[in-house]
């Protein structure tokens, strides 16, 4: 699992930061994020084409998006049938 959550992360490189951002975009709005490098000016522009959303500095292209997820799924998935069967199970 960890090495799906690892490959996962590395083909999203910027979600991470774009999804908190997003989830506390009040606080980073009056510049009280907990990510001091993000300021509120940057949260003003955004663009899509589509395919691709440009915001805070980064581009996240969503069919690579959906592609990673399916990946992480599958191999999450994939995992059940082995940790159902440990009698203890740890991340």
Request: contains cysteine; hydrophobic residues 40%; aromatic residues 6%.
């Amino acid at each position: 699992m960890r090495a799906a959550l690892r490959t996962f992360d590395a083909a999203l490189p910027h979600l991470k930061k774009m999804r908190d951002v997003a989830e506390h975009v009040d606080d980073y709005a009056v510049d009280d994020g907990k990510d001091k490098s993000i300021s509120r000016k940057s949260l003003e522009v955004a663009s899509c084409d589509g395919e691709t959303w440009h915001w805070l500095g980064f581009e996240m292209n969503a069919a690579d998006a959906m592609s990673a997820s399916v990946r992480l799924f599958k191999a999450l998935k994939d995992c059940g049938p082995l940790i159902s069967k440990s009698p203890t199970t740890t991340l």
